[in-house]
Structures are given as structure tokens and as C-alpha cells.
């Protein structure tokens, strides 16, 4: 069985910045091919840069990058395979080229090089850069049948390996296939991504980056808390008056985070609309599913909780520092009177 123009797309996704001001970039932005006008709704689409065509160790492929406003920058390098390929030709390739050894080096190579670019444009640039990556697979279909009905047993390809895999597994890979018309097919796997679309479209690609950008962010953030939340029981031990000042900036630092994560939470959930198209849709909550986007997100909610219980008890704990400064003030000055009085009736 032969496969139609197929492509396999690398794609690495990094945590840049805080944020990426886009309106400083004069460059396009993302447009699905086949979503419906306003089914399925960007609030600020990413910025789309083709860096051109690149060899990589007799490799040659299309090297794009995407920036998302909430800092994260993706890079994909899409290798054409040629106009025709036999099935096992192909999965040779498909489970060998993702796991060559001088990727890594390559796109961070790439990264590198972009970066000077997007300079006025980072808003907090980030040190300790989280980064995700997967793989898209790509072909018009097979010959001679249509593209929802593949002619070959896709489970290796879904799972990464050649091997003979129970029905088990075959019937959980049922679960994340999906198809428009008989024209199509798409497979969510966990790492990686097979589209056969007999027009060549890549829209289910550019959701599932989405979904990465995302899983990058929120992955980012939970760290954040999770290093926040570490610090709190190292201020709590210095109690009493001595304690107030460390007390005071902590209170200070845990709302200002509170404040920042809340804030990107709810404008990464807004960042994306899908309306009136069932087919997106479902791949999109698929992908969330499959990724651990939803338990890492409760991850987030729930250190979010513990972060503004700690932030009620440091408030409590700080007013009532306060207090008692107040009070040995006053005593004070009763003090500092009485002494006075009687050393004037002396």
C-alpha cells in the first residue's frame, strides 16, 4: 500500500517569556484552512515566521516557527517524503527519524538564531526554559482507498513501536480517531499525530501545537506555585515582631503571583474558541484529555487554593503581629508617662 505525499513534522515548543508582545512583530498570523468563519475563533492568534528550508544531516525540510502571546515560541521542521511511499518504508522512517540524536541540538540551534529578533518582544524572559515536543505525520492518504479507511493497521504507528499489539490497545487507539468526511483522518497519539486529508490541510497540527503551547504554560506555572508554596514554611518559622518585615514581603509576593497566574489562566482559556464545529471541537478536547492538560490544570487550581489560604493566614498573622506592635507602643507610652510623672513628682 502506497502512501500519498506523506511528510513527517518535528516540532519542539519552548517557554520564553512571561509574554510575547505580537503587535511588535510585523508578521502573519495563524488561520486554519478549513474552520468555518467564526467556528473556531483565536482571541490573539500566534505569529507565523517560515525561517526557510533547512538541511539537517542530508535531511532537507521546512523550518516554521510560531509565537503565542503567553511566551511560548514553537518550531517545527516538516521533511517531505517524497510524492509516493510504501507502507513499510514509511513506518521505518516514522518511528526511526523522531529519535535521531542531533534534534535537540538542532532546533535549539534554531532557537538561538531567532531570538535576537524577537528581543523587543519578550516581555520577562525565562531562565529555566520548559519545552515540549511531538511529531506530525502527514499524507493525502493512500491510493486507491478513501482516507477514513486505511488499508493497514495503524497501532505501531499510534504507539511509537513495531510490534503486534493486543486488541486492547487497538480498541483505546479507536477512541482518538476522528474524521470530517470520508476524505480524512485524523489520530491523536500521546506524542505523536497521524493526518491523512486529501487537500493537504494541517489545521488538526496546529490545534494539537495549541494544546502543547498550553501544556507548556500551565506546566510553567505549577512549578512556579509549587517553588512559591516550598518558601512559605521557611518564613512561617520567624514568628513574633522580629518576623513582621519577611512576613509583609511574603504577603506582598504571594498576592502579586496569585494576581499573574489567575490572570494568564483565564486569558488561556479565552485564547481559543470553538463554537459551531463539532469535528475541532472534539479533537481539541481530545487532546486535552490525552495530554494531562485537565489534571495538570487542577494541579494548578488546587495550589492556587492552598496559595490563598496561606495568603488569609499570613494576612491574619501579619494584623496580628501588627497589632501587638501596637499595643507595646501603647504600653509604652503609658510607660514612658508614668515614669515621666513620677519623675517630676520627685
Not at 43 to 54: C, D, F, S, T, Y
Not at 230 to 254: A, F
Not at 310 to 317: A, D, H, L, R
Request: glycine share 6%.
Amino acid at each position: 500500500m502506497r502512501l500519498l505525499s506523506p511528510h513527517i513534522a518535528l516540532y519542539r515548543l519552548y517557554d520564553l517569556a512571561d509574554e510575547i508582545d505580537l503587535s511588535r512583530l510585523s508578521v502573519p498570523r495563524l488561520r486554519l484552512s478549513r474552520a468555518r468563519l467564526g467556528a473556531v475563533r483565536f482571541q490573539n492568534p500566534p505569529a507565523e515566521l517560515e525561517l526557510g528550508v533547512r538541511m539537517v544531516e542530508g535531511l532537507s525540510g521546512l523550518l516554521t516557527a510560531r509565537l503565542y502571546e503567553f511566551g511560548v515560541a514553537s518550531l517545527s521542521f516538516r521533511v517531505h517524503l517524497g510524492e509516493a511511499l510504501d507502507w513499510p518504508d514509511f513506518l521505518e522512517k516514522a518511528l526511526d527519524l523522531p529519535n535521531l540524536p542531533f534534534w535537540d541540538g538542532f532546533f535549539l540551534a534554531e532557537l538561538a538564531a531567532l531570538e535576537p529578533y524577537l528581543q523587543g518582544a519578550l516581555l520577562r524572559p525565562e531562565e529555566k526554559r520548559l519545552s515540549e515536543e511531538f511529531v506530525v505525520y502527514h499524507a493525502l492518504g493512500f491510493q486507491g482507498h478513501p482516507a477514513h479507511e486505511p488499508p493497514v493497521d495503524l497501532t505501531p504507528l499510534w504507539m511509537g513501536a513495531a510490534e503486534a499489539f493486543a486488541p486492547e490497545v487497538r480498541r483505546e487507539m479507536e477512541r482518538y480517531r476522528y474524521s470530517y468526511s470520508t476524505e480524512d483522518l485524523a489520530l491523536l497519539g500521546f506524542d505523536r499525530v497521524l493526518i491523512l486529508d486529501s487537500e493537504g490541510i494541517w489545521d488538526v497540527a496546529d490545534l494539537v501545537e495549541f494544546v502543547h503551547a498550553q501544556l507548556l504554560e500551565l506546566s510553567y506555572y505549577d512549578r512556579i506555585l509549587a517553588e512559591a508554596l516550598e518558601t512559605v514554611p521557611q518564613v512561617l518559622r520567624h514568628r513574633g515582631l522580629l518576623g513582621y518585615g519577611r512576613l509583609q514581603r511574603l504577603r506582598r509576593r504571594l498576592m502579586a503571583q496569585h494576581a499573574e497566574i489567575a490572570d494568564v489562566k483565564a486569558r488561556m482559556e479565552g485564547a481559543l474558541r470553538i463554537t459551531e464545529d463539532l469535528f475541532y471541537a472534539k479533537i481539541y478536547r481530545a487532546a486535552l484529555e490525552l495530554y494531562g492538560a485537565y489534571e495538570l490544570e487542577k494541579s494548578v487550581e488546587e495550589k492556587l487554593r492552598v496559595l490563598e489560604a496561606t495568603y488569609e493566614m499570613v494576612t491574619e498573622e501579619v494584623i496580628h503581629l501588627r497589632s501587638q506592635a501596637v499595643e507595646v507602643g501603647i504600653l509604652a507610652l503609658i510607660a514612658f508617662e508614668v515614669a515621666r510623672a513620677l519623675l517630676h513628682g520627685l
